[in-house]
């Protein structure tokens, strides 16, 4: 996975997809004039912003769809298209995007099925006119198997697909989407039978995907996984690019989208369900099809079918109060520990399914055999052969912890876990001591395996955690007892990071939680975590996936793995948390029993910190912004001037 890109031009979009009502009247997306600048990211902003990611490849395709051409004789061509030399069906790519390469591209081969000519153009030829063009980008980070996979996929009746998600999930895709249509889910799909784009995030949301809607500021329809700079032109007014991207873009809701190209007959009826050949010929069978006045695209958006998926989105647990009746027979129960190991099995295959696939080159293996088979090895000898397929981004607190426990026995044995560690106030900060500690506790309980504990500071905290450039300590538990340890340069060259978003939201690790549940008991606490988990795809997953994917990493996260949501979901919320008891026990009640059940008695009971506050970016911020973290505290909560109520 790595990252995609869409941008629809020269055809109106009708729907949920289209223009609001304000603009609506008179409004239409055809094509600016060529003289008229995109207020927006043109192709080329797309592809430098997916190249930022350090992609193993990145290809393009055009697409363009244009109303039935006049005068199109009738042959066997025609009626069966193949627009390229190859087994029918089988996916092939688009044009590798290379600055280097002068290779000109073949020519388009137009091939008129339904109402619709489809022309498979590629990259950087002209656009046909009276349209649309869809210009696709794909760009690749090769982390499964050894045989590369580049993107568009394509096949010869004109499919096309590119993807953020697993090769062999985009292969299935691909190939649901020449027959089933409405059932399948993939980032983008066109399909050239039906002229329908689908697209779309999954369910949860965990992988990155924004939208400009066709607006009389600029008509053009762009999905995107980044969010790109706009280039700047020769003459161009300098304005506040970064505010006004900001309200450019909307994050495409959780779920599966679609769009169905439609030509427009004079009199203003829709032209459907027409086969081939009935587009071939026109009433008097002269061979000749009629000509449409344009093209609409209209848009949909689609239920999920799997009742898996329908009933997470729902987000109901069947025992939300204690009763007296309940908690007897709880507490009488024959195995006290059952809640968690559930959650520790459903996280076990979480992250097995995360980490057992990342490819790791023969070459970098024997590497870590030769280096590790020496007992005398250093951690400066491991740094300068191993190969790490693996970072956590930690904190040392209980959801870090479990992550790293879990990982151990799923990667490769001989292969380094780097743990990152962000911190604005070197090794003083909260997040810094406790992962200092986590790590001593790591070493501890898995004394086999080599960990690099990269402490990273001072930048943006999850944008530099994903850069994994910092420094490590040559000895981390003297560190630990407050002895100096020498430090050394290091950069992370893990492509995977696994991230424990969605912990907190599931298992009440939110201040905002216990106030909730003071105010209003338990129905109070289990509908505040209801609308944290139901709006954790806008207020986070897209933006940390952007964030940790700009240094050509891709997050992971097991406690959004639909497993484990279906695991937590199944049970009581007073075994998931319970603020009846104190801090640093109640909350996240059931992970930090899945702590103990690993042996991480320590990190079981650490209290909850957000990133912000643990590496203290909210007080450099606050210091930046106001001059000190109380002047900050006092504007934030409002003041009040005691000498107006002195006479009352």
Not at 71 to 92: A, D, F, G, I, Y
Not at 248 to 263: E, L, N, P, Q
Not at 339 to 363: G, H, M, N, Y
Not at 439 to 451: A, C, G, I, K
């Amino acid at each position: 996975m790595c990252g995609i890109g869409l941008i629809v031009t020269g055809v109106p979009i009708r729907g949920h997809l289209g223009p609001g009502e304000a603009e609506a009247s008179g409004f239409s997306c055809q094509r600016s004039p060529k003289s008229a600048e995109p207020v927006g990211p043109n192709y080329e902003d797309l592809c430098n912003g997916l190249k930022r990611r350090g992609p193993d490849h990145i290809g393009g395709q055009v697409l363009h769809l244009s109303p039935p051409i006049q005068n199109l004789e009738k042959s066997e061509s025609t009626e069966h298209p193949h627009p390229h030399p190859t087994t029918r069906n089988e996916p092939q790519t688009g044009t590798l995007i290379d600055c280097t390469s002068n290779a000109e591209n073949p020519p388009p081969v137009a091939t008129p099925e339904g109402d619709i000519a489809v022309d498979l153009g590629r990259c950087g030829l002209s656009e046909s006119t009276g349209g649309a063009r869809l210009q696709f980008v794909g760009a690749t980070l090769q982390l499964r198997g050894d045989k590369p996979v580049q993107q568009p996929l394509l096949d010869s009746v004109g499919n096309v697909l590119v993807y953020n998600a697993p090769p062999d999930s985009a292969r299935i895709a691909f190939s649901a989407a020449r027959t089933l249509g409405s059932d399948l889910l993939a980032d983008f799909v066109t399909q050239a039978v039906s002229r329908t784009l689908w697209f779309g995030r999954d369910a949860i949301g965990r992988r990155s995907l924004l939208i400009h809607k066709p607006s009389s500021e600029d008509p053009r329809l762009l999905l995107t996984s980044v969010a790109p700079e706009r280039t700047k032109h020769e003459g161009q007014e300098a304005h506040d690019d970064a505010a006004h991207m900001s309200s450019y873009w909307d994050d495409v809701t959780c779920g599966i989208h679609s769009i169905t190209f439609k030509s427009t007959l004079k009199d203003g009826s829709m032209k459907q369900n027409l086969t081939p050949a009935s587009c071939l010929r026109d009433e008097q069978e002269t061979g000749t099809v009629k000509p449409a006045e344009h093209l609409e695209g209209w848009a949909r958006v689609h239920d999920w079918h799997d009742p898996l998926l329908k009933s997470l989105l729902a987000w109901e647990r069947a025992l939300v109060t204690p009763t007296e009746e309940l908690t007897r027979y709880h507490l009488t129960g024959s195995d006290q520990e059952s809640p968690a190991k559930r959650i520790l099995e459903a996280l076990c295959r979480a992250v097995k399914r995360r980490t057992e696939s990342i490819r790791i080159p023969k070459k970098c293996k024997e590497l870590l055999h030769s280096v590790n088979s020496r007992a005398s090895s250093t951690l400066a000898d491991v740094r300068n052969e191993q190969f790490s397929p693996l970072a956590v981004l930690f904190s040392g607190g209980v959801d870090s912890m479990i992550l790293a426990a879990i990982a151990d026995q799923f990667v490769d044995p001989d292969a380094t876990i780097d743990l990152l560690n962000v911190s604005f106030e070197g090794d003083f900060a909260p997040d810094r001591v406790t992962a200092i500690s986590g790590l001593s506790e790591l070493e501890e309980r898995f004394p086999l395996r080599r960990r690099m504990p990269g402490m990273l500071q001072n930048a943006r905290t999850l944008w530099l955690a994903a850069s994994g450039v910092g420094y490590v300590h040559e000895s981390p538990s003297q560190r630990c007892q407050g002895q100096e340890s020498e430090t050394k340069p290091v950069q992370s060259e893990a492509r995977v990071l696994l991230v424990g978003s969605g912990a907190d939201e599931q298992c009440g690790g939110y201040g905002r939680h216990r106030t909730k549940f003071k105010q209003g008991g338990w129905v109070m606490l289990d509908a505040e975590m209801r609308l944290d988990f139901n709006r954790i795809w806008k207020r986070n997953l897209g933006r940390d996936d952007r964030c940790l994917s700009d240094h050509g990493k891709e997050a992971r996260f097991p406690f959004l793995d639909e497993d484990v949501v279906a695991a937590l979901l199944n049970l009581p919320l007073w075994d998931v948390v319970n603020m009846e008891e104190p801090a640093g026990c109640g909350e996240k009640k059931v992970l930090r029993q899945v702590a103990r059940l690993l042996g991480l008695k320590s990190a079981s009971s650490l209290p909850k910190r957000a990133i912000q506050f643990g590496s203290r970016i909210a007080r450099e911020s606050n210091r930046k912004d106001f001059g000190s973290n109380r002047a900050a505290n006092l504007a934030n909560a409002g003041t009040v001037v005691l000498k107006e109520f002195a006479s009352s």
